[in-house]
């Protein structure tokens, strides 16, 4: 099965700042890859995600890259500001054949203004 | 996206009695839902697929006579939890995937076994 690794479990970046958290996944069949933010005691919410035949998109201050070849992804937050201060979840999901989502274990983000 | 509903949103409950979690699915029919539990400062971990009409399909490690998932219409799954241990108290979240939508979360159940 699928299996997600994230990196770093904890990130404190200065305000302004840019911020980069990694996932590495194995199972080639993956072809959905969202990232989630998730502040305590709440439902993870979508902020970005793509799909495997695009390699790059960008929503304002976030954007997600992803290599098929090298099976990992990264969301890349710049201008940060202290309401981003979160966690923050990849994952991946053989999306087509209505696949079950595995996540990563997840970044703590903590911006200091 | 899809609108999913879960209740009830938390529950304190005597060791050894059970707790039914409810996820409806209130605007598309879900032929397959997603169980998740969250332990605090962890990651969700996927428990089992909620298939209507058929068996779940649970994940390795997770035992299926403990967690009781029903899944009898289209938009109703339910999740037991059979004689809850205080070990059990976490974070229980479901998800429907949606066509072209991504993946909807419900809002959570925070269960705390005592």
């Known amino acids: 099965g699928e299996n997600v690794e994230q990196h770093p479990s904890t990130l404190s970046v200065q305000e302004g700042d840019s911020a980069v958290i990694k996932c590495t996944y194995s199972?080639?069949?993956?072809?959905?890859f969202p990232w989630y933010k998730q502040e305590l005691g709440k439902r993870p919410q979508l902020i970005i995600d793509?799909?495997?035949?695009?390699g790059e998109k960008k929503d304002q201050r976030i954007a997600v890259t992803l290599n098929k070849t090298a099976k990992h992804f990264s969301l890349h937050i710049t201008e940060t500001q202290p309401e981003d201060s979160a966690v923050y979840f990849c994952?991946?999901?053989?999306?087509?054949?209505?696949?079950?989502?595995?996540f990563g274990q997840g970044t703590e983000l903590s911006v200091k203004p | 996206g899809a609108v999913v509903s879960q209740h009830p949103s938390w529950v304190i409950c005597k060791s050894g009695t059970s707790v039914k979690i409810e996820c409806r699915s209130l605007?598309?029919?879900?032929?397959?839902m997603f169980w998740y539990r969250q332990f605090p400062k962890q990651s969700l971990m996927l428990m089992a697929t909620?298939?209507?009409?058929?068996?779940?399909?649970?994940e390795q490690g997770v035992e299926k006579d403990k967690f009781l998932i029903n899944h009898a219409s289209l938009t109703l799954s339910t999740l037991t939890v059979t004689s809850a241990h205080p070990e059990d108290s976490s974070f229980y979240i479901c998800?429907?995937?949606?066509?072209?939508?991504?993946?909807?979360f419900g809002s959570g159940t925070r269960l705390t076994v005592v």
């Open positions: 199972d080639s069949a993956s072809n959905y």
């Open positions: 793509i799909r495997s035949n695009v």
């Open positions: 994952a991946a999901s053989p999306y087509n054949q209505g696949g079950k989502l595995i």
């Open positions: 605007d598309f029919q879900a032929t397959t």
């Open positions: 998800s429907v995937n949606k066509a072209s939508y991504g993946y909807t």
């Open positions: 909620s298939n209507e009409g058929s068996k779940a399909t649970y």
